[in-house]
C-alpha cells in the first residue's frame, strides 16, 4: 500500500490493517483478525481501546465511529468464547446484539503489535511514564530502566500520577531504594518472566500488568525473607496496556490524519473498599 497516497484519499478498513499487520514481521498463528465488519467499508472515524466494552461500544457509536481497534477480545478470553459457548449466554448475546446495532466493525489487534522491533504495547507504557531517557535495554518480554534512585512508594505514586490511574498494588517495602527496574505489561507478571528478571537482569522491582499471585509475588515474598531486596508493583492487566494503544492511536493518527482517530478507555474495573 502506498501510505503516502492515503493521505488525501478515503481509507478502508482492510487498508488500515493491511498497514497495522504490516509494520512489523509477519505473525503465524496470530488472534489478529477482523471480528465485525467488512474489510472494504471506508473508514469515517477509528476508536482505539485496550478492550470492546459494552461502554467503549456505546462511546464509539456516539462519537460516529465505524470501527473499533481492541486489543482484547471482547468475549471474556484470549481466543474469545467460540459461537456454541456464547450463543446461550445472555451476557455475550446481549453484546453482540449491540454490536450488530451499531454496525461499527471490531478489529482486533494484538499479536502483531507486541512483536515489532519495539514492543508497541510496553513503548507505549514506558512513554506515558517519562521513562525513555532511562532505557538501558528492551527484551522481548520486557524493558529496563536505569532511573534516578528513589523509594519503591515515590515510584508508585509516579505510576499513579502519570498514567492517571487511583492505585497499585506493591510487594516489598514502601521505603526500598530503586533504581535498576524492569517494566512489564498484560500477563507478563508470571514466574516464567519475572524470575529472570530478578536473578539475570539484576533488577530491584518489576512493574507489571498481571499474573499469578501464586507464582512471582510469592517469589519476591520469600527472597525479601532472605535478605534480598526484591519488589514488585502490580498496574493491573487494562492499566499496563492501555497507554500502548493510546500510543498506537496517536501513530496512526499521524499516519492518516484526515481520519479522526479516537483513544477509548474504561474505567478501573475495580474498586479499592
Not at 465488519?37 to 461502554?55: H, K, N, R, W
Not at 453482540?96 to 507504557?125: K, N, P, V, W
Not at 534480598?228 to 508493583?233: K, Q, T
Not at 493510546?246 to 474505567?267: G, N
Request: net charge negative; with cysteine; aromatic share 6%.
Amino acid at each position: 500500500m502506498n501510505l503516502s497516497a492515503q493521505h488525501n484519499t478515503s481509507l478502508t478498513i482492510g487498508e488500515l490493517i493491511d498497514y497495522l499487520t504490516s509494520r512489523g514481521p509477519a505473525v503465524s498463528p496470530t488472534v489478529d483478525k477482523l471480528l465485525y465488519g467488512e474489510p472494504d467499508t471506508t473508514i469515517t472515524s477509528v476508536a482505539v481501546t485496550f478492550l470492546a466494552t459494552q461502554s467503549v461500544i456505546k462511546q464509539a457509536a456516539e462519537l460516529g465511529a465505524n470501527l473499533i481497534i481492541s486489543h482484547e477480545h471482547p468475549y471474556y478470553n484470549h481466543n474469545g468464547m467460540q459461537h456454541e459457548q456464547w450463543k446461550e449466554d445472555a451476557v455475550a448475546q446481549n453484546k453482540h446484539l449491540s454490536i450488530m446495532e451499531s454496525g461499527i466493525a471490531i478489529f482486533r489487534y494484538h499479536d502483531h503489535c507486541h512483536r515489532e522491533q519495539i514492543d508497541l504495547i510496553t513503548d507505549g507504557l514506558v512513554r506515558q511514564l517519562e521513562w525513555e531517557p532511562y532505557m538501558e535495554q528492551r527484551l522481548p518480554a520486557a524493558s529496563i530502566a536505569v532511573l534516578p534512585s528513589m523509594s519503591a512508594a515515590d515510584i508508585a505514586e509516579h505510576i499513579k500520577h502519570t498514567l492517571r490511574i487511583p492505585y497499585v498494588r506493591l510487594i516489598g517495602d514502601p521505603s526500598q531504594a530503586c533504581s535498576r527496574v524492569a517494566i512489564t505489561v498484560g500477563y507478563r507478571g508470571g514466574g516464567n518472566v519475572v524470575l529472570p528478571l530478578l536473578r539475570e537482569q539484576r533488577v530491584q522491582l518489576v512493574i507489571a500488568g498481571e499474573g499469578p499471585e501464586w507464582e512471582a509475588p510469592e517469589y519476591v515474598r520469600d527472597a525479601r525473607e532472605q535478605g534480598l531486596d526484591y519488589s514488585m508493583i502490580m498496574l493491573g492487566h487494562a492499566e499496563s496496556e492501555a497507554p500502548g494503544m493510546r500510543y498506537i492511536a496517536q501513530l496512526l493518527a499521524e499516519q492518516f490524519p484526515h481520519i479522526a482517530v479516537h483513544t477509548l478507555i474504561d474505567k478501573p474495573l475495580y474498586a479499592i473498599l
